[in-house]
């Protein structure tokens, strides 16, 4: 008959509980990470007319209307549903982690804040609250984006 000593359960014991408190953890890191370890996704703005490099002061695409116009809110619904939805929330309705974009200003003053932002981000205190956008969406997309967000009901 084979002798257990107490040494041995308590050693295979703590090892047990070691390991389903690394697996716990495991868990719960990929649980905190997977809201916001998320890539920028481009924005496939064909069918919308080249700004050029100068940033517009105001939405080219709602100054053109029409055609432009509708095409730039479909796009503009694609690239924030893939982009600025999971802190600004669906349908530019904020859940409180990010402003209610629906509220943003109209007009000139509006896309001037507006494409700052975008462009440059938000950070305060060293760490950003918004990453900028300005490297990683043309500005065919983000006036996309401003178009969508601007036809999306107040309230």
Not at 94 to 104: E, K, V
Request: with cysteine; aromatic share 8%; net charge negative.
């Amino acid at each position: 008959m084979t002798r257990i000593s107490n040494s041995s359960v308590a050693r295979n014991t703590t090892i047990a509980l070691l390991s389903i408190g690394a697996l716990a953890l495991a868990g719960s890191i990929n649980v905190v990470h997977g809201h916001g370890d998320v890539q920028p996704q481009a924005v496939d703005t064909n069918g919308l007319e080249a700004i050029g490099d100068e940033i517009a002061a105001e939405n080219p695409y709602r100054l053109a209307g029409g055609e432009q116009y509708e095409l730039a809110k479909k796009i503009g619904a694609s690239g924030y549903n893939q982009n600025c939805a999971r802190c600004h929330g669906l349908e530019a309705i904020s859940g409180g982690i990010a402003p209610d974009l629906r509220l943003l200003e109209d007009g000139e003053f509006g896309d001037e804040w507006y494409m700052e932002r975008v462009r440059k981000g938000y950070s305060q205190n060293g760490a950003y609250k918004m990453p900028p956008f300005e490297a990683l969406l043309s500005q065919e997309a983000m006036w996309a984006i401003r178009s969508y967000l601007e036809t999306q009901p107040k309230e």
